[in-house]
T-cell receptor
Framework: DAGVTQSPTHLIKTRGQQVTLRCSPK?????VSWYQQALGQGPQFIFQ???????QRGNFPDRFSGHQFPNYSSELNVNALLLGDSALYLC???????????FGEGSRLTVL | AQSVAQPEDQVNVAEGNPLTVKCTYS??????LFWYVQYPNRGLQFLLK??????LVKGSYGFEAEFNKSQTSFHLKKPSALVSDSALYFC????????????FGKGNQVVVIP
């Protein structure tokens, strides 16, 4: 049983560019949450998707957007990248909106 | 807003000695508290959680945590540390909005010295 998988594992972008990160949830899970973990910090909640809609959103600007597909996989998009967007982006899935979170290994984004 | 604090940046402990990683919380209502561990270049792994019931919670890999309401603490403990326990440990609390929205502490680096 595959756990939460994320791609790509590492990527480098320049300021102003756009990036798309992808997440496949654990089998049987229908809810996906995204977190940003800056270097030396704890993860910060970005948003949560359930039934293909954004259900909760943290304190992140509109440059951060997402999508959930009918197969429950999800994408995180960040537009107009800033140096401060450099971080490890973690995807977590759960069986429902209150179930235990299972995290993927993350996508490390470096913005130059 | 719900929050947790991890007052120490790094915890050093000799292999075989007891390990304690501290966490205090600030919440409205009943706290839902979690501990996660992160190994280098890896995602977060769930260790244990407290929702209600016994104040001593047992989790994965021999870890346990003690919930103390009067001290608003949720310290992580292991009776005998292993070198392989060296990692980054995060305390977290479920946000007031629920729905698995967690607020994490800044993390504690644990170094177990052989």
């Amino acid at each position: 049983d595959a756990g939460v998988t994320q791609s790509p594992t590492h990527l480098i972008k320049t300021r102003g560019q756009q990036v798309t990160l992808r997440c496949s949830p654990k089998s049987g899970h229908d809810t996906v949450s995204w977190y940003q973990q800056a270097l030396g910090q704890g993860p910060q909640f970005i948003f949560q998707y359930y039934e293909e809609e954004e259900r909760q959103r943290g304190n992140f600007p509109d440059r951060f957007s997402g999508h959930q597909f009918p197969n429950y996989s999800s994408e995180l998009n960040v537009n107009a990248l800033l140096l401060g967007d450099s971080a490890l982006y973690l995807c977590a899935s759960s069986r429902d909106r209150n179930g235990e979170l299972f995290f993927g290994e993350g996508s490390r984004l470096t913005v130059l | 807003a719900q929050s947790v604090a991890q007052p120490e940046d790094q915890v050093n402990v000799a292999e075989g000695n007891p390990l304690t990683v501290k966490c205090t919380y600030s919440v409205s209502g009943n706290p839902y508290l979690f501990w996660y561990v992160q190994y280098p270049n890896r995602g977060l792994q769930f260790l244990l959680k407290y929702i209600t019931g016994d104040n001593l919670v047992k989790g994965s890999y021999g870890f346990e945590a003690e919930f103390n309401k009067s001290q608003t603490s949720f310290h992580l403990k292991k009776p005998s540390a292993l070198v392989s326990d060296s990692a980054l440990y995060f305390c977290a609390v479920r946000d007031l909005y629920g729905n698995n929205r967690l607020a994490f502490g800044k993390g504690n680096q644990v170094v177990v010295i052989p």
